[in-house]
């Protein structure tokens, strides 16, 4: 990256193993969130660009070095990557920063972590093993082979670029694909330079492709190539039906992880102080913008008010502004259609009804300049049936709902058309694991919150989702069974019956 004050930085996209711009050579501006200004060019690719990328994947999955890696050979490949990710990560943070506007001091740790899918997919390239079928048949071998899919199609989303990509690239390598990574619009510089250290690391021309641009240009086109066998999408709910839909016009398998309105859920008899922070982690983290944000606030109606109040104080001393600043708490919103969208829904949940019991508007406070912040927001009096309970706002807007006992708390918690996490604060061991089975979620957390990683299943119950991320288990996802029969009788038997 080649920094000049005062000019923006210009990207171009990685295919095929070389740096392009788009065919069309038109770019478009990456904005800093917390200065509201462009800081970089990205290309502006379109169908044309998409066909290239495609193209290389495919041709980089059939021919040339790939294929004939021994899985050894891919894992020690995504091993040095992690490695270089490792000693990168800082760097890579806060490209990260300046495009999400996202804590330094979350996104480093991101990044840094980021490194472990690598290692751990690295180390199950080589362990992906057939089997040999008992078979119920004579003189007859059968066994298994788990194939790569082909080229995959990654579409991110802005909140955690790097993070999110390395829950599909990792595995997707491990087992043999090649794959085009589409990113966000709106946080695309992270990748273009991760793209840097795929680079170094030696995987093959064609291994790993970035398309930049915008969803219905760059998107679109991916989901729709004909070669191209998967899409696993992470982003909204909305642009995941679109994408499902276009798959399935080619047949095409999928993973979306669409986010969610999770339950985070405070009994009585939880540690009070504990539930406190697990709230704020729940909704003021990541400025609410994580899909596993717990947005919706159960708390039982006997310590409702002086949970509240609890909460209220807490949240208050949230230190706002710079994101780069290690004692910032609360970023700025990411773009500025988010920024709208987040303060629309303030406005809509305070005509249903509701109380504002902090924040509620645009935060004008001095250490926030010019940037797009909202102050943390807790609404009080929330009915689960309102808007501002059954939709995804992803900004630092709470609702807090009281319940009555254990079978309230599991109707409302269920009662929304998501289904991604939920939390749970209480000391009594026979609610905790009631609570952790009965509550439809991908994920539970008993106190704790917002927990990730590469060893664990992630993914979403409901409309949050289809297929899991992460754990042992997933790098099925980005296999397909192959049956082999070998003969080993002297005569081939009556040909017109079926064996
Ligand atoms: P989005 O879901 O529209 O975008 C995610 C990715 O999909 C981006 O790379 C985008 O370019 C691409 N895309 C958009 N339309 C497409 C299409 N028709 N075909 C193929 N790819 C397409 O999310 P966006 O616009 O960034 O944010 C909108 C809302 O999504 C947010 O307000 C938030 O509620 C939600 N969101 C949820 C996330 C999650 O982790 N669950 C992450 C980011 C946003
Ligand atoms: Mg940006």
């Not at 797009?372 to 009096?381: D, G, K, L, N, S």
């Amino acid at each position: 990256m080649d920094t000049i004050a005062g000019t923006l930085v210009t990207y171009q996209m990685y295919i095929d193993g070389r740096w392009v711009d788009s065919v069309s050579s038109q770019h478009f501006e990456s904005h800093n969130p917390y200065t509201g200004k462009p800081w970089a060019l990205i290309p502006r690719g379109g169908a044309e660009d998409v066909d290239r990328a495609v193209r290389a994947a495919r041709k980089a999955f059939t021919t040339g070095e790939w294929p004939k890696l021994t899985p050894s050979k891919r894992g020690a490949l995504l091993r040095k990557l992690g490695d270089l990710i490792a000693d990168k990560s800082g760097f890579l943070a806060e490209i990260e920063v300046r495009d999400n506007g996202k804590l330094f001091a979350e996104m480093s740790a991101q990044t840094a972590y980021m490194a472990q899918w690598y290692y751990y997919y690295g180390g199950l390239a080589d362990k992906i093993e057939g089997a040999v079928i008992p078979l119920d048949k004579p003189d007859t071998f059968n066994y298994t082979r788990h194939e790569p899919l082909g080229v995959i199609g990654a579409i991110i989303p802005w909140n955690s670029p790097l993070l999110l990509t390395a829950w599909k690239l990792a595995p997707a390598l491990a087992a043999g694909n090649t794959i085009v990574v589409k990113p966000s619009e709106f946080a695309s510089a992270s990748m273009l330079e991760f793209m840097k250290l795929v680079e170094q690391a030696g995987f093959p021309a064609g291994v790993v492709n970035v398309v930049t641009g915008f969803g219905p240009e760059a998107g679109t086109p991916l989901v729709e190539h004909p070669l191209v066998a998967k899409i696993a999408f992470t982003g909204s709910d909305a642009t995941g039906r679109k994408i499902y839909e276009a798959a399935a016009r080619g047949l095409k398998r999928v993973s979306m992880e669409l986010g969610g309105k999770s339950p985070n859920i405070v009994f009585d008899d939880a540690e009070i102080d504990n539930a406190v922070k697990g709230a704020i982690s729940g909704i003021f983290a990541a400025t609410g913008q994580t899909c596993i944000a717990g947005s919706r606030l159960l708390v039982q109606q006997s310590i409702h008010d002086r949970f509240v109040e609890k909460l209220v104080a807490f949240a208050k001393t949230a230190k706002m502004g710079d994101p780069m600043s290690l004692d910032t708490q609360v970023g700025p919103v990411t773009n500025l259609p988010q920024y709208n969208k987040v303060l629309n829904y303030i406005d809509i949940a305070k005509s249903e009804g509701v109380q504002t019991v902090l924040g509620g508007g645009k935060a004008t406070r001095p250490e926030c300049g010019d940037g797009w912040f909202v102050e943390p927001t807790i609404f009080t009096a929330v009915k689960n049936s309102m808007r501002i309970a059954q939709e995804e706002v992803f900004g630092p807007v709470l609702a807090v709902i009281p319940f009555k006992d254990e079978e309230d708390a599991i109707a409302i918690g269920n009662d929304v058309v998501f289904g991604l996490a939920a939390g749970v604060w209480t000391q009594n061991m026979r609610r905790a694991f009631l609570m952790a089975e009965r509550l439809q979620a991908g994920t539970v957390w008993v106190n704790t919150y917002r927990a990730v990683s590469y060893l664990s299943p992630f993914g979403g119950y409901k409309r949050s989702g289809l297929g899991r991320e992460n754990g042992q288990e997933m790098i099925k996802e980005y296999l397909q069974t192959k049956s082999v029969w070998i003969s080993t009788a002297k005569e081939v038997p009556n040909p017109f019956v079926m064996r």
